[in-house]
């Protein structure tokens, strides 16, 4: 295995605004792609509308076994007795779904054999990943045990977290200048600079870091900022009576969280984010962990994210890399199936229940995720 530490990853604030388009994205200027997922000649989706009217009811199902889906099993009682599944069901059920999502710590040897040889490129989501899924998002912090498994793995391997937070925000929470960091689902990235990505991209900005070292900075979103706005101030408007909601400002994305609400408020929710994104035809919403996406309709996300950072770092195309992706989010199963339609690396699902994914390996919870981590650099 090809340890390689000559890199380092700047962190980088926003430069100002550049007034121009910065749709259309040729696929010329991203030879990573995998056959046959070619970039169409922009990257704007063609997502049908429902008409204006009230969340009709099939559709309100819909969006609420989705919501309910991204939720633990609750505690059921019935006549003063707990019908919980016993617990020996439920190990019993996740002793069989790792058949098929083997434990990446069980099968590190396995994974290291294949990565005799190749150079590893790691990507890591943040919440549910590296810290714990928290009632109040403003305080998912990362452990300093955590912190320094990263900063070590960092040190050995180029590695980058992928999150659906905005940018500088998950930088904060992390505070690692070794890492490169993509926000807002993958929509705001920083990189390195590399000419074959930079020269004529539209969506890329040249700048510097703070510490002074060229960086490019790449927003295939940037013309939604104003409408993502909008759409923030009229979900903090319209949500602020529902106890327990929160809306979080991603920059180019908007996360409504449910997790403190009471269950019987979540379908109200779904209506008042339905209603607004009626006047926004190109923003759509995706479901997370007890947490409702606005995100603007482009054909752009954590996989797509993921070849631009390996194209960014020189590392694709190669038969000598192994990319490894770890998250738990609905939104991270992008990055699992490019890596596992192309054959290309491994895709580890932080999970303790049981569901279907894209990824080769599994991990329990952000302790075996740290422990995954430590066994990289032994």
Not at 6 to 13: E, F, G, I, K
Request: charged content about 25%; proline content about 6%; overall charge neutral.
């Amino acid at each position: 295995m090809d340890l390689k530490s000559n890199h380092s990853a700047p962190v980088l604030t926003d430069p100002p605004p550049v007034n121009k388009s910065r749709f259309g994205i040729r696929s010329s200027l991203l030879p990573y792609s995998p056959p046959g997922s070619a970039f169409s000649s922009g990257l704007l989706l063609n997502v049908p509308r429902k008409k204006t009217g009230v969340l009709d009811d099939v559709r309100s199902t819909c969006w609420l076994d989705a919501m309910k889906s991204s939720s633990p099993t609750h505690k059921k009682i019935t006549n003063g007795f707990n019908t919980e599944p016993a617990s020996t069901d439920t190990d019993v059920a996740y002793r069989t779904w790792l058949l098929k999502y083997p434990s990446a710590l069980k099968s590190f040897g396995q994974i290291m054999d294949y990565a005799k040889g190749k150079r590893i490129a790691l990507f890591l989501d943040y919440d549910g990943t590296l810290s714990p899924i928290v009632d109040n998002p403003d305080r998912a912090f990362m452990s300093n045990s955590m912190r320094a498994a990263v900063r070590n793995v960092a040190k050995v391997f180029p590695t980058a977290i992928i999150s659906g937070r905005s940018r500088d925000k998950v930088y904060n929470f992390v505070g690692l200048t070794e890492l490169y960091y993509a926000g807002s689902h993958g929509m705001d990235i920083m990189g390195p600079v590399r000419h074959s990505i930079s020269d004529g991209h539209q969506d890329c900005i040249r700048s510097t870091d703070k510490q002074g070292k060229e960086v490019n900075l790449f927003q295939p979103a940037s013309e939604f900022l104003p409408m993502i706005h909008e759409v923030f101030r009229s979900l903090v408007r319209c949500t602020h009576e529902i106890e327990g909601a929160e809306v979080e400002n991603n920059k180019f994305c908007v996360s409504v969280h449910y997790r403190n609400v009471d269950e019987k408020h979540w379908k109200t929710i779904a209506q008042l984010v339905d209603d607004i994104l009626k006047d926004y035809p190109r923003l759509r919403v995706t479901h997370g962990r007890k947490v409702l996406e606005v995100r603007p309709v482009i054909d752009w996300d954590k996989g797509k994210a993921v070849e631009f950072l390996l194209e960014s770092l020189g590392l694709s195309n190669s038969d000598d890399v192994l990319p490894i992706y770890v998250g738990d989010d609905r939104t991270d199963e992008d990055a699992f199936k490019v890596l596992r339609d192309g054959k290309r690396g491994y895709g580890i699902l932080v999970s303790s229940v049981p569901k279907e994914s894209n990824a080769f390996y599994s991990l329990r919870d952000p302790s075996e995720v740290m422990e995954f981590l430590k066994s990289l650099v032994m």
